[in-house]
């Protein structure tokens, strides 16, 4: 039996949905400490526009790569935020954990996309 290569995307992006809210289930996201950010030592900066980026976060000790918002960051830091289900999440992770998506524009305030990708 062959696959449904005109539907593809889709079933992808469901199972990734799936993904995700079974991991937010049997773990628990997790984010920078204080020390680690050390923002009574150094500048943040808060964008009012936020920018579409790709991250790695974690839940638990299980790691995805979702589509989130850069929010704010530091030099070695950025804070984003994501929605999983309806559910907006917001943790900070190493700059070197974020990717551009490519996409110029602004999002909205929601931030509503996302994927999950395990490895």
């Keep these: ?24 289930r049997e773990g628990e996201l997790q984010t920078l400490s204080a020390t680690e950010l050390r923002l009574n030592l150094v500048p943040l900066t808060i964008d009012p526009r936020p ?5 790695w976060v974690r839940f638990g000790d299980v790691p995805a790569l979702v589509e989130a918002d850069a929010c704010r960051w530091t030099a070695d830091a950025v804070g984003v935020r994501f929605e999983i289900s309806g559910k907006e999440y917001r943790t900070w992770v190493w700059a070197s954990a974020i ?20 490895r």
């Design 51 to 55: 920018r579409r980026v790709l991250a």
């Design 1 to 24: 039996m062959g696959t449904n290569k005109r539907y593809a995307a889709q079933i992808d992006a469901r199972m990734d949905a799936r993904i995700l809210e079974r991991m937010t």
């Design 99 to 118: 990717n551009p998506t490519g996409a110029d524009e602004p999002t909205n305030d929601r931030g509503d996309a996302h994927r999950a990708v395990q």
